[in-house]
Nanobody, 121 residues
Framework: QVQLVESGGGLVQAGGSLRLSCTAS????????MAWFRQAPGKEREFVAG???????YYATSMKGRFTISRDNGERMIYLQMNSVKPEDTAVYYC???????????????WGQGTQVTVSS
């Protein structure tokens, strides 16, 4: 099993940047494909970005070019670099681990508790 803890959320002005981290305990992340999701109030959880074990990356259309997902060589952390943020990026951001990168939440076996990102206009 793996336990995931997100950090790095907070309040940021529109146009600014933020870097989220996801730290694993228990097993390393080397066995998992990873992803970031987000959920805004009253909305469904949506896929943001994913990274495969070899390092291939996938992005939701609205985040492509602004967000960057990466994983560290030590296999204990993944990151989400958020640039040019917009008020509509306000949400709780979750990291997830699973056997595949997919926009479906059901594809992931492990989830963190989330970190709040608030973008002010």
């Amino acid at each position: 099993q793996v336990q995931l803890v997100e950090s790095g959320g907070g309040l940021v002005q529109a146009g600014g940047s933020l870097r989220l981290s996801c730290t694993a305990s228990g097993r390393t992340l080397s066995s998992y494909n990873m992803a970031w999701f987000r959920q805004a109030p009253g909305k469904e959880r949506e896929f943001v970005a994913g990274i495969t074990r070899p390092g291939g990356t996938y992005y939701a259309t609205s985040m492509k070019g602004r967000f960057t997902i990466s994983r560290d060589n030590g296999e204990r952390m993944i990151y989400l670099q958020m640039n040019s943020v917009k008020p509509e990026d306000t949400a709780v951001y979750y990291c997830a681990a699973g056997g595949t990168v997919s926009p479906a939440t059901t594809a992931y076996d492990y989830w963190g508790q989330g970190t709040q990102v608030t973008v002010s206009s």
